[in-house]
């Protein structure tokens, strides 16, 4: 099995900065895409951000050109990076990765426990 362990979530102002991390760990024999999803009471989750093995990014349009996605493949962990952040951007953020692992061989996905970000205005 695959373990995800999130941190880096908290209380900003507006146009403030934080920083997300996320780790996977377990017995696993490859991640594969890596993503942060974000949930706000009431709302269907939704993809904020991305990033492949070979780092390629998507981004949701909403965060475009203020949250950065990246990866580590030798340490199993994706970071997200909030600049410019509105209170738009409050919610619970998930990482999301699918990924291979000895008990598991074919490809599945997993879920951290989420943190929560809120900002205020």
């Known amino acids: 099995q695959v373990q995800l362990v999130e941190s880096g979530g908290g209380l900003v102002q507006a146009g403030g900065s934080l920083r997300l991390s996320c780790a996977a760990s377990?017995?696993?024999?490859?991640?594969?895409?890596m993503n942060w999803y974000r949930q706000v009471p009431g709302k269907q989750r939704e993809l904020v951000a991305g990033?492949?093995?070979?780092?390629?990014?998507n981004y949701a349009d909403s965060v475009k050109g203020r949250f950065t996605i990246s990866r580590d493949n030798t340490k199993n962990t994706v970071d997200l990076q909030m600049n410019s952040l509105k209170p738009e951007d409050t919610a619970v953020y998930y990482c999301n990765v699918f990924a291979t692992s000895w008990m598991a061989p074919s490809e599945r996905d997993y879920w951290g426990q989420g943190t929560q970000v809120t900002v205020s205005s």
């Open positions: 377990g017995r696993i024999l490859r991640v594969n895409a």
């Open positions: 990033i492949t093995r070979t780092f390629s990014t």
